[in-house]
């Protein structure tokens, strides 16, 4: 997984980042928005735009924050995966 999205997106979901994900890999969930772990290409795009500095490379998530590296990947594999972003 290139890139988590971490706790500073939950209850905010701006979507300044899925605006330019250029393979629309960013989905919505109901408290967060998450990045596909096989999907994402690793682009960085995302990243620069999230208003709360909420997503961050695998490599470089704060020690306090890794445990969205796999609630980002445990939420794909759920039965009510996060879908496509809804616009406002």
Do not use: W
């Amino acid at each position: 997984m290139p890139f988590v999205i971490a706790e500073a997106c939950i209850n905010v979901k701006d979507k300044s980042c899925v605006d330019v994900c250029p393979v629309d890999c960013i989905y919505e969930g109901p408290d967060q928005l998450y990045i596909h772990p096989d999907e994402c290409i690793d682009c960085g795009a995302c990243e620069p735009e999230c208003p709360v500095t909420a997503i961050f490379a695998e490599d470089d998530i704060p020690a306090n924050l890794t445990r969205y590296v796999q609630l980002n990947r445990d939420a794909f594999k759920s039965e009510t995966p996060p879908g496509p972003p809804v616009r406002n």
